[in-house]
């Protein structure tokens, strides 16, 4: 038996064999991006409408006159993959009342890099979780921007080096903690909100579809290796995305009813030079402030594993408080 | 070329957001401020937040200046109108890209309605600037800082993809020392040891609001007297000029030196104040001149100031490539030629 013969076997139990996001489009080699949105629309299968805002992603697979993409697609501007999604749900919605279209779950998904989702797109982003629109947001996070070039975004991690943020005599590259997205979309009260890595690919497609079963809003917040951006070899995507997850950088959870729960486990947290020596972006970085990152990364983790020990599912609250009775 | 040119003209606040085709820019200022002891960089987290930094960095009485291609200065409207009205300085660079919608990054004049008809909501105009080299660049961001100051108005630099991208050598101006501009009477600071001043853009007053419109109106007077400016080449004895401004003017001038060496009379008009428009010089060639021939990379949109500035004396053809398509100086050449002979200017 070869392995294609193995794979036929096993693999469509696990991961649906067919591409919706098929090949020869235009990402770079080793782009973490790219497979986790590969991954995502695995998870989602046909029956999806996706609004992609302006990013890498909208570029390398819809080149005109080409395209990637197999499944109903949009691409809207930077500021508003949310807004438009929440545009496609609601008119889905009116058109199945009134009897105009088949009356079956179609789920819009919602689909930005770091920018648009952490800085240009939060404002949408908030918008359409607030009002509880029925769908997905993925936000896939490779730290900057790097379609126009490697700027700085809210999402680029203390110390990295880019365009905007340069590391030279004066500076020591990005100023500024990265922003926890995550943690605002739990304080909207959003039903299920989770962290994955295409690293992990069976993590994040379970991911996925829990959230696709969620009825309401739902955010996953995929971290996406960019060797271009980060001047690391790209046959070193998959690793960095391992390492990121066991150094405790970037833990893989997820938060159902409010209720914490890490689906990776890490039994001994490794430590962050493992995860950025390989990156051209930390190489100015003297040890002192990598110390400085370092205990950052632990308060950070313990402050997740509190969370993760003490908070209980919201439904639980209601019927400990007896609000159901 | 700009971001050199700026902080030499004094801008010691600068607001970015990342877009195609003018990133170097940002990234240009991101290094360079830091080198200054009071100059700043912010990376906005929007291209929205970015222009309103420039407001409140105006109002603190900064040279302020933010820049942006096409789309997102889309996004800068709002923050343009209330400079506006609120009549604060800001110098703001446009990079056009190919549009509508988000397009692509080749460069295109397609903002050239957005930018001379104001773009933004009201009753107001913005200066702009069509600069059409690198030297250019430079000078007309001196110029641009200049005229924001002393007219209290936002002024625009109408740039694009080409002249984000190119390189030339180009001599600055001497820097400017900034502590020997005008002192300004209205910035907000602290009202420490004095009455507070107000500064605002909404009044619900109708008659206020009129008033403020007529004073914008007599400061635009003003400024169409005062600024309007254009280049002539080869225009004296010629039977046929080319109105080109910006990249277009630059490929145009090579299509004029193509027909004038086939013996062609053939000269190009080109406006470096797309608003005010200079009127006049236009008017002043059409004595002479009885064909224009409009090349624009869009589909014709100055075509109206040009027959708004001839007032019918003269024929207005047009020829144009929207959409980032770069037309060679052969092809406006072989446009010039023929419409050169359909026209019999040889006879005259």
């Known amino acids: 038996m070869n392995i294609i013969e193995n794979f036929d076997l096993y693999a469509p139990r696990l991961v649906d064999k067919k591409e919706?996001?098929?090949?020869?489009?235009?990402?770079?080699?080793?782009?973490?991006?790219?497979?986790?949105?590969?991954?995502?629309?695995?998870?989602?299968?046909?029956?999806?409408?996706?609004?992609?805002?302006?990013?890498?992603?909208?570029?390398?697979?819809?080149?005109?006159?080409?395209?990637?993409?197999?499944?109903?697609?949009?691409h809207?501007?930077?500021?508003?993959?949310?807004?438009?999604?929440?545009?496609?749900?609601?008119?889905?919605?009116?058109?199945?009342?009134?009897?105009?279209?088949?009356?079956?779950?179609?789920?819009?998904?919602?689909?930005?890099?770091?920018?648009?989702?952490?800085?240009?797109?939060?404002?949408?982003?908030?918008?359409?979780?607030?009002?509880?629109?029925?769908?997905?947001?993925?936000?896939?996070?490779?730290?900057?921007?790097?379609?126009t070039g490697i700027q700085r975004s809210s999402g680029t991690p203390m110390g990295a080096s880019t365009t905007t943020s340069p590391a030279g005599k004066v500076s020591s590259g990005q100023k500024t903690w990265k922003k926890n997205v995550p943690e605002i979309m739990v304080a909207h009260g959003v039903s299920y909100v989770a962290t994955a890595c295409p690293s992990y690919p069976l993590d994040f497609i379970n991911k996925v579809k829990k959230a696709m079963k969620v009825k309401g809003p739902s955010y996953i917040h995929c971290f996406t290796v960019c060797p271009t951006g980060w001047r690391s070899p790209s046959e070193m995507t998959i690793k960095l995305g391992r390492l990121v997850v066991e150094t405790g950088i970037f833990p893989l959870y997820e938060v159902e009813d409010g209720k914490y729960r890490m689906t990776v486990e890490v039994d001994q947290l490794r430590p962050i030079e493992d995860y950025m020596k390989p990156q051209g972006r930390y190489r100015h970085l003297t040890p002192d402030q990598i110390e400085i990152i370092q205990d950052r990364v632990y308060q950070e983790y313990n402050k997740l594993q509190d969370k993760i020990n003490g908070l209980h599912a919201w439904s639980d609250l209601q019927y400990e408080w007896g609000l159901f009775d | 070329m700009i971001g050199e040119a700026a902080i030499r003209a004094g801008c010691r606040f600068y607001a970015g957001y990342p877009i195609t085709p003018q990133n170097e820019l940002t990234e240009y200022m991101a290094r360079s401020m830091d080198n200054?002891?009071?100059?700043?960089?912010?990376?906005?987290?929007?291209?929205?937040?970015?222009?309103?930094?420039?407001?409140?960095?105006?109002?603190?009485?900064?040279?302020?200046?933010?820049?942006?291609?096409?789309?997102?200065?889309?996004?800068?409207?709002?923050?343009?109108?209330?400079?506006?009205?609120?009549?604060?300085?800001?110098?703001?660079?446009?990079?056009?890209?190919?549009?509508?919608?988000?397009?692509?990054i080749a460069p295109s004049q397609g903002d050239y309605f957005q930018a001379t008809r104001g773009g933004g909501h009201g009753d107001y105009r913005t200066i702009v600037l069509a600069p059409d080299s690198g030297q250019e660049l430079a000078d007309l961001t001196r110029t641009a800082f200049e005229y924001a100051d002393k007219y209290r108005s936002p002024v625009l630099m109408l740039a694009d993809g080409m002249m984000g991208q190119m390189m030339e050598p180009v001599v600055f101006p001497e820097p400017i020392d900034v502590s020997l501009l005008p002192h300004k009477p209205w910035t907000l600071g602290g009202a420490e040891g004095r009455p507070s001043r107000i500064i605002l853009s909404l009044l619900l007053n109708p008659a206020k609001q009129e008033e403020l419109n007529w004073k914008l109106e007599r400061k635009y007077e003003t400024i169409t007297r005062e600024i309007p400016k254009a280049e002539k080449y080869m225009t004296d004895d010629a039977h046929l000029a080319v109105i080109a401004y910006g990249t277009a003017a630059r490929i145009a001038k090579g299509a004029v030196k193509r027909v004038r060496e086939m013996g062609l009379k053939v000269g190009l008009f080109r406006p470096i104040t797309l608003w005010p428009y200079p009127k006049n010089d236009l008017r002043d060639l059409s004595r002479h001149i009885r064909d224009f021939l409009v090349f624009e990379m869009n589909t014709g949109q100055m075509v109206e100031d040009v027959k708004l500035s001839l007032e019918g004396k003269s024929n207005v053809h047009f020829y144009g490539r929207p959409g980032g398509t770069i037309s060679t100086p052969d092809e406006i050449a072989k446009m010039i030629n023929t419409l050169y002979h359909r026209q019999n200017l040889e006879e005259e």
């Open chain 1, 20 to 74: 919706y996001l098929c090949s020869g489009h235009r990402a770079c080699q080793g782009c973490g991006e790219v497979l986790g949105l590969r991954l995502m629309c695995k998870a989602l299968g046909p029956d999806v409408v996706i609004a992609n805002a302006t990013g890498c992603m909208e570029i390398i697979s819809s080149m005109y006159p080409s395209t990637a993409w197999e499944v109903p697609w949009i």
């Open chain 1, 76 to 147: 809207v501007a930077f500021e508003n993959a949310a807004a438009v999604g929440s545009g496609v749900e609601a008119g889905l919605k009116a058109l199945r009342r009134k009897g105009k279209i088949a009356d079956r779950d179609v789920k819009v998904v919602g689909v930005a890099g770091d920018g648009g989702t952490m800085d240009i797109g939060l404002q949408a982003l908030s918008g359409a979780m607030e009002r509880g629109h029925d769908m997905l947001f993925v936000c896939l996070d490779n730290e900057a921007y790097m379609n």
């Open chain 2, 36 to 104: 200054i002891e009071d100059g700043t960089f912010v990376q906005a987290e929007s291209e929205i937040a970015a222009i309103n930094m420039v407001i409140g960095a105006s109002m603190a009485g900064a040279r302020a200046m933010t820049s942006s291609s096409s789309p997102g200065i889309s996004l800068k409207q709002e923050g343009i109108s209330f400079l506006a009205a609120q009549e604060l300085p800001a110098v703001i660079v446009n990079t056009m890209r190919g549009g509508p919608g988000l397009g692509n």
